[in-house]
């Protein structure tokens, strides 16, 4: 049976993922609330491979290993941070030629061909997107993606980046879980339905 391919990504009403010139203010404000930290808990558990752009791994990989560290972070945070250190992580780079961190690849092939290899890989665990937002739509694109977790944020930025600016073939999800924070946060999880495939009649 083939791994699982999740993705996970916050975004705004408006559908978008970072604000004016780049401002991650309509999203980050509400990263820390506890529905957001229960959010990216169930996120990541089950997750044995995380797949990132080099963009977002910069990011990440150069914030959340010292969370780890951090004996006055929140416990949450904290596990999340030493799940990043721990796991498996493929970068997605065509510009970087050697890791800097660890338990770390780099992949220079298309995004869809690195996804399809580690579905079919032995190794057990889901393979989750984390927040690399051009990696997910061409996912999506490619009707790669079984599960998407997304935390939709009570701004809307009016301008800044928007996840679904391309056309996507049809779909059908099912909603699987849901959780509203006391600022209006919302989280939600879609399981994408797979039509069975035709039966035939000898």
Same mark, same amino acid.
């Given at each position: 049976m083939s791994r699982t391919v999740t993705a996970n990504i916050n975004l705004t009403l408006d559908g978008r993922y970072t604000g004016p010139d780049g401002d991650l203010g309509p999203i980050v404000r509400y990263a820390t609330t506890e529905v957001?930290?229960?959010h990216l808990a169930?996120?990541?558990?089950?997750?044995? *491979?995380?797949?990132?752009?080099?963009?977002n791994a910069q990011g990440f990989l150069g914030f959340w290993p010292s969370v780890a560290d951090n004996e006055d972070a929140h416990p949450q945070d904290r596990a999340y941070a030493q799940w990043l250190v721990d796991v498996e992580k493929v970068v997605l780079s065509s510009t970087l *030629?050697?890791?800097p961190w660890k338990h770390t690849r780099i992949a220079n092939a298309p995004t869809t061909k690195v996804i399809e290899e580690l579905k079919e890989s032995t190794k057990v665990g889901d393979i989750l997107i984390n927040s690399s937002a051009s990696v997910i739509t061409r996912l999506l694109a490619a009707n790669l993606v079984d599960r998407l977790h997304l935390m939709i944020t009570p701004e809307i930025a009016g301008t800044g980046h928007r996840l679904f600016d391309t056309d996507l073939p049809p779909s059908r999800w099912t909603l699987t879980h849901h959780e509203t924070g006391p600022s209006g946060e919302t989280t939600l999880t879609y399981t994408r339905h797979h039509p069975r495939p035709p039966t035939t009649t000898k």
């Open positions: 957001a930290r229960r169930r996120i990541w558990d089950g997750a044995t *491979t995380a797949v990132l752009g080099r963009v *030629t050697e890791a």
